[in-house]
């Protein structure tokens, strides 16, 4: 039992600190284990505010001194902190507390990576580094100097002066303290430089560990891109004479926005093509785009509270996919946000952590950063846009940094701006911020006398804390297609505001096909009771990219749920449609590899679920081979030619086409495989001379029962890599068979090179068997036992790694009674683990329900 009664903290509870700062100065005197922190840091009493206690967070931190204007003071410890008895008047606070670096294995405050000092103070790890009002409405500018015998030493803002044993940093932007960073260590550059569109000249570092140099290059030709683009398309130029980026092996997400220098796992910056897959290479490209955009959306317009994260999140994910649809292709990158939207958030909104975009309350915050948040916070924005028009969405955000520069903001401050420019009123669009669960959009239609009449019913199912639901303004946009094809009506938006709502089309000459959510307008579940015919006519003939690959995948899945529940065979309309789309040269080749794709294990068991069927996993997943079997013959003609044409002759480059090209090569090499024995693979393996071919031809023999050679070949090459030797781990896991899962990771786990406590080796394990769906629901429960175990193992040194990785639970009311016995005892175990954090206590309680 936990001592304290969970806290539980409230949007509406809200209210600004006493206290404004007018400037802060650290000291850091570096040690491994009895790191000092001196601070001093000057207030005033902040006008606004009604209540004047003085407060200070602070966790973990000894003591050494405190005084106010130079005199001793009376520090109350209160909860979470430290209260005082302070002047009604402007005064300087200073202390020093000492503070272990070393033994910080949860990876949030002061800690240490490979011998390398590193912070990670978002949301509320500043508070484990010096009493502070820890807060992202408290801003302040930071003078820093780091003192310690290392070669580099960084922190935010400017360099000021260096000298023996100590480096000076000093930032003029006002900034909440979780922007706040220090990185010390053995560490060497790859440095470069960029002139603003103004004239400023920026130099910019990559710092890596030695060893590394050779693999910075693509990420600072990212990072030169992302800076070019924010200033072209949203006008915004960078602010600080130097821009670093460091990468760190232990990390707890994937990269952090700190102001003039970014932290970033190592997976996420990392890359060469021998040791780097295209997948990676993009993410890496995406996220450093994203944490160089936060500088405007984020640090100069930050939020006002941690309730306001999608204000953020939401509009730097919307903009670095704004971006990577510019630098590669649009219909691309649209098709594989939903994918990851359907995969990650419909299974958050649609179960027990279903929750608004703005949460209303929480226990423990990082448990909210979520793909609710950050993926659904940016389909909000991606529908705005639509509503208002591009032109009139520029002249927003415009008014949105002009107005807001500086400020800790809100979802309100966000909306005006917006209302401002329009003159639209944006009350029930706000919906989108409050309500929770996935709205389900079901479609009829009518036609006579040359009318075409749509008519549209939406309704959203109740989620924890919000039993009934309130119309949403739902952006669909519609074209029609005539019978041959060609589009009759171009897209338009139709702006459903109702519970049902009718849209009519006249003095059309026939009955048009109409393709609905073109370009997935709004992120809703359409229920559209289309006939396999019409779906097959849309793979064939949508003009909106999107909506094609749509029609297939949604001919797709019900072939497989037919497959799965009703013994059907695969449908021979979805096989010739996807066939004539693989053949279609004229096609991206990226986009025929999302063609060849079918809707995940997990998807199928949400669709299950959402008729009301029972998923049965091994079904699934038998339908699934029984598919990609059916595939392979229809198509055994045309994937020996169509992996011939990928072929690239010359350098490797991660760019869309040649990525695109190998997509589709190992798409039709993973069917090939179930045709000729894994001989293909085997060639491919033996000539590769990149990541993504290697690891494509070794996933194509892992899961042909073979390539334990091949295996072990690939472990000898990289086993002084540590970001290969996780896909190492990783591969075996996704690539078992359901049998075969759980006994692999459990094999792994005692493989000399599982070091747990490093979230990306954790997450190469316990990752990987929780994507295996049909291995992880294993009917024994074995899977939900390991993942369990090493749960209740990891939660004392990393709660917040923990806590992500209980979501692997969160589907499990889908399942048969006998699966959710099996998980309930597992939910039960970790509930009753003594000591257990607030993160994984609040993410179990929640997930397990009332
Ligand atoms: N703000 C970061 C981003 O979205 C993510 C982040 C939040 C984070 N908390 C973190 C990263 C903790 C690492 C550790 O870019
Ligand atoms: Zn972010």
Avoid at 24 to 43: G, K, N, Q, Y
Avoid at 58 to 78: F, H, W
Wanted: aromatic share 10%; charged share 25%.
């Amino acid at each position: 039992m936990r001592d304290a009664a969970p806290k539980t903290i409230y949007l509406k509870d809200y209210t600004p600190f006493g206290y404004m700062i007018d400037a802060v100065e650290l000291t850091f005197r570096l040690d491994p284990t009895a790191t000092r922190v001196l601070s001093r840091i000057a207030f005033r009493p902040n006008p606004d505010a009604s209540d004047n206690r003085f407060f200070l967070y602070g966790e973990n931190l000894k003591l050494i001194s405190a005084t106010i204007d130079g005199n001793p003071v009376d520090l109350r410890a209160v909860d979470d902190g430290i209260e005082a008895d302070v002047p009604d008047a402007p005064f300087v606070w200073e202390a020093e507390v000492e503070i272990n670096p070393q033994a910080n294995t949860a990876l949030e405050g002061l800690y240490m990576s490979n011998g390398m000092y590193c912070t990670q103070c978002e949301p509320e790890g500043f508070r484990k580094i010096t009493y502070y009002p820890d807060r992202p409405d408290v801003m302040a500018t930071f003078d820093v100097r780091i003192e310690s015998d290392l070669p580099v030493m960084l922190s935010n803002g400017n360099p000021g002066t260096v000298g023996e044993g100590f480096a000076e940093w000093s930032d003029p932007w006002p900034k909440p303290a979780y922007l706040f960073a220090l990185v010390a260590g053995d560490l060497v550059a790859h440095p470069d430089q960029f002139t603003t569109s103004s004239g400023t000249d920026v130099s910019l570092n990559i710092w890596v560990r030695p060893g590394d140099e050779n693999k910075c290059a693509f990420g600072m030709e990212a990072l030169k891109k992302s800076m070019s683009w924010d200033e072209e398309v949203y006008g915004r130029e960078y602010d600080l004479n130097t821009f670093n980026i460091v990468a760190v092996d232990d990390f707890n997400m994937g990269a952090m926005e700190n102001k003039g220098l970014n932290i970033f796992n190592s997976s996420a910056v990392l890359a060469s093509p021998e040791t780097s897959t295209d997948v990676n290479f993009q993410r890496i490209e995406a996220i450093i785009a994203h944490e160089y955009f936060h500088n405007w959306t984020g640090n100069r317009i930050t939020c006002r509270d941690w309730f306001q994260l999608c204000l953020k999140e939401g509009l730097t994910v919307f903009r670095d996919a704004q971006f990577t649809s510019d630098v590669r292709s649009e219909p691309v990158k649209r098709i594989q946000d939903v994918i990851d939207l359907r995969g990650r958030q419909f299974p958050e909104d649609n179960g027990p952590l279903s929750h608004p975009v703005r949460p209303e309350s929480f226990q423990e915050i990082n448990n909210f950063y979520t793909a609710t948040v950050y993926e659904k916070g940016a389909e909000v924005i991606g529908m705005l846009k639509r509503l208002v028009g591009d032109a009139a969405y520029a002249e927003a955000l415009e008014l949105y940094f002009a107005r807001h520069d500086g400020q800790a903001c809100t979802i309100e401050d966000w909306l005006a701006v917006f209302q401002d420019v329009t003159g639209r009123d944006l009350t029930q669009f706000k919906r989108w911020y409050s309500q929770s669960g996935t709205p389900r959009l079901a479609v009829e239609e009518s036609f006579a006398d040359g009318t075409y009449t749509l008519t549209f019913t939406q309704s959203t199912p109740s989620t924890p804390g919000q039993p009934d639901k309130a119309p949403q303004v739902i952006p669909v946009a519609v074209g029609l297609l005539g019978q041959n094809g060609d589009e009759v009506v171009p897209t338009q938006v139709l702006e459903m505001t109702e519970a049902t709502q009718s849209f009519t089309f006249e003095n059309l000459p026939s009955k048009p096909v109409a393709s609905i959510l073109r370009g997935f307008s709004a992120p809703v579940i359409l229920e559209r009771s289309t006939q396999a015919a019409e779906r097959a006519f849309l793979l064939a003939h949508d003009t909106d990219p999107f909506n094609r690959w749509e029609a297939g995948r949604s001919l797709a899945s019900e072939t497989l749920i037919a497959m799965a529940t009703e013994d059907a065979a695969p449908d021979a309309a979805y096989l010739d449609g996807i066939l004539a789309v693989l053949r279609d040269d004229g096609l991206d080749p990226a986009y025929r590899a999302l063609m060849l794709g079918l809707p995940g294990q997990s998807e199928l068991a949400g669709a299950l679920h959402e008729r009301g069927i029972t998923p049965d996993p091994m079904a699934i997943w038998q339908a699934i081979e029984t598919m990609k079997q059916a595939m392979a013959q229809t198509a055994q003609d045309t994937l020996p030619r169509i992996y011939a044409d990928m072929q690239i002759d010359g350098e490797y480059r991660p760019d869309a086409e040649q990525s695109g090209k190998r997509a589709l090569s190992g798409g039709a090499l993973a069917l090939m495989s179930r045709q000729d024995g894994g001989a293909q693979a085997a060639a491919q393996y033996g000539q590769a001379d990149n990541m993504t071919q290697q690891l494509s031809a070794l996933a194509c023999l892992l899961s042909a029962g073979k390539g334990a050679d091949q295996l072990a070949a690939f472990y000898d090459q990289w086993q002084d890599d540590r970001l290969v030797i996780d896909k190492w781990f990783m591969l075996q896991i996704t690539q078992a068979s359901p049998d075969a899962a759980v006994e692999t990771a459990r094999r792994l786990t005692e493989h000399a090179d599982f070091n747990w406590k490093n979230p990306n080796r954790f997450r190469a394990v316990f990752g990987a068997l929780s994507m295996n769906h049909a291995g992880f629901h294993n009917a024994d429960g074995s899977g939900y036992a390991l993942l369990a175990d090493w749960l209740i193992k990891l939660n004392p040194v990393n709660p917040q790694t923990t806590a992500r990785m209980c979501s692997a639970f969160q589907t499990w009311r889908r399942y048969d009674a006998d699966r959710q016995a099996l998980i309930k005892v597992q939910l039960d175990r970790i509930a009753d683990t003594p000591d257990l954090s607030r993160d994984v206590a609040e993410m179990i309680t929640r997930i397990r329900g009332a």
